[in-house]
């Protein structure tokens, strides 16, 4: 039987498309405009914003008031010696440097900080700066504070601060697993700092000068340590192994012995070193910094944990001792 060519039917075409699944290498797809967020478009001012505030926090620009120790030597020499210009050099020469310092220590104890419920938040324990990065910002600074002392032509500030490197990231890398020897590099830094004081601005420092300076800066290690103990108790020695080594009671006895070392050494200097209405009001200087540093051994105590820097920079009475002892200083002068 034969079908006409007028029965016949024809089933309806189903033509496919085939749609390619691949993208082709090199080709991007485009993302909707509303699918963007609106800080899209400043995605990279905002991250070198990020890196640039994670570099400065890693400077620990907290500590920069530190370097202010260098004005020490010639305001107790009661001159500037060359000239301010010479000790702001100084100045910045030591920021950078310590900043050098920040940088190669946070690398360094980068495992250790994230295991600590502070320091976890520092920018190389937590991944915004990079160890490579942190490694040659300080390079850069240390380079930096090493030139200073050539550009104001005072070598021996520029031999200080590589002594203050040198003792610094022995430190980071060694020294700080040495009980007592690491409190004496800690205590290292603050008199390093005031003899390139003495060096940019050519006044030689008198060796009671030396004996305050370096007995306030042990004490300040010490209240350092004594602070980790009170606020970490036992997990102290696990973000800080040295201080398995250390007593809180051993450290409080060691603090106030030096305290009062400080009193007695600085009423010996305030005797030899001037006469007259001078030495009178260098006396009675003595009496505001007997109170400032029993302040600091109360605070050291009782202060909960806090960071050395606040307690003294923010309790209202060791900030008045201080501005006491400065202006009976100054009427010295």
Same mark, same amino acid.
């Given at each position: 039987?034969?079908?006409?060519?007028?029965?016949?039917?024809?089933?309806?075409?189903?033509?496919?498309?085939?749609?390619?699944?691949?993208?082709?290498?090199?080709?991007?797809?485009?993302?909707?405009?509303?699918?963007?967020?609106?800080?899209?478009?400043?995605?990279?001012?905002?991250?070198?914003?990020?890196?640039?505030?994670?570099?400065?926090?890693?400077?620990?620009?907290?500590?920069?008031?530190?370097?202010?120790?260098?004005?020490?030597?010639?305001?107790?020499?009661?001159?500037?010696?060359?000239?301010?210009?010479?000790?702001?050099?100084?100045?910045?020469?030591?920021?950078?440097?310590?900043?050098?310092?920040?940088?190669?220590?946070?690398?360094?104890?980068?495992?250790?900080?994230?295991?600590?419920?502070?320091?976890?938040?520092?920018?190389?324990?937590?991944?915004?700066?990079?160890?490579?990065?942190?490694?040659?910002?300080?390079?850069?600074?240390?380079?930096?504070?090493?030139?200073?002392?050539?550009?104001?032509?005072?070598?021996?500030?520029?031999?200080?601060?590589?002594?203050?490197?040198?003792?610094?990231?022995?430190?980071?890398?060694?020294?700080?697993?040495?009980?007592? $020897?690491?409190? =004496?590099?800690?205590?290292?830094?603050?008199? /390093?700092?005031? #003899? *390139?004081?003495?060096? %940019?601005? @050519?006044? !030689?420092?008198?060796?009671?000068?030396?004996?305050?300076?370096?007995?306030?800066? $042990?004490?300040? =290690?010490?209240?350092?340590?004594?602070?980790? /103990?009170?606020? #970490? *108790?036992?997990?102290? %020695?696990? @973000?800080? !192994?040295?201080?398995?080594?250390?007593?809180?009671?051993?450290?409080?006895?060691?603090?106030?012995?030096?305290?009062?070392?400080?009193?007695?050494?600085?009423?010996?200097?305030?005797?030899?070193?001037?006469?007259?209405?001078?030495?009178?009001?260098?006396?009675?200087?003595?009496?505001?910094?007997?109170?400032?540093?029993?302040?600091?051994?109360?605070?050291?105590?009782?202060?909960?944990?806090?960071?050395?820097?606040?307690?003294?920079?923010?309790?209202?009475?060791?900030?008045?001792?201080?501005?006491?002892?400065?202006?009976?200083?100054?009427?010295?002068?």
């Amino acid at each position: 039987m034969t079908t006409r060519p007028s029965e016949r039917r024809t089933a309806p075409a189903t033509a496919t498309t085939t749609v390619p699944t691949t993208v082709p290498q090199g080709a991007q797809i485009a993302e909707p405009a509303l699918l963007r967020g609106p800080g899209a478009a400043r995605g990279r001012p905002g991250a070198a914003l990020r890196w640039l505030t994670a570099a400065i926090q890693t400077s620990r620009p907290r500590q920069w008031p530190k370097n202010l120790l260098v004005l020490a030597a010639p305001l107790a020499g009661a001159s500037l010696g060359r000239g301010g210009v010479y000790a702001i050099v100084a100045i910045v020469a030591f920021t950078a440097a310590s900043s050098a310092v920040y940088f190669v220590n946070d690398v360094v104890d980068a495992d250790r900080d994230r295991r600590h419920p502070v320091k976890r938040k520092r920018p190389v324990a937590a991944g915004t700066l990079s160890a490579p990065q942190a490694l040659a910002l300080a390079v850069a600074a240390a380079g930096v504070a090493l030139a200073s002392g050539f550009l104001i032509s005072a070598p021996w500030l520029s031999v200080t601060i590589a002594a203050y490197l040198a003792v610094s990231f022995l430190y980071s890398l060694a020294l700080k697993h040495v009980p007592v $020897l690491e409190l =004496a590099c800690v205590a290292s830094g603050f008199v /390093l700092r005031a #003899l *390139g004081g003495a060096d %940019a601005t @050519h006044v !030689p420092p008198s060796g009671w000068f030396l004996t305050v300076i370096s007995l306030g800066a $042990l004490m300040v =290690a010490v209240a350092k340590r004594r602070g980790e /103990l009170s606020s #970490l *108790g036992p997990e102290a %020695a696990r @973000h800080r !192994p040295v201080m398995r080594w250390y007593s809180y009671g051993v450290l409080c006895t060691v603090g106030r012995a030096i305290a009062a070392g400080i009193i007695v050494s600085y009423a010996l200097w305030a005797v030899s070193s001037f006469g007259g209405m001078r030495e009178v009001w260098h006396l009675v200087s003595v009496v505001p910094l007997a109170v400032a540093l029993a302040r600091f051994d109360w605070l050291s105590v009782h202060g909960a944990g806090r960071a050395v820097e606040d307690l003294i920079v923010t309790d209202r009475v060791m900030a008045g001792a201080e501005v006491a002892w400065l202006v009976t200083f100054a009427l010295g002068l």
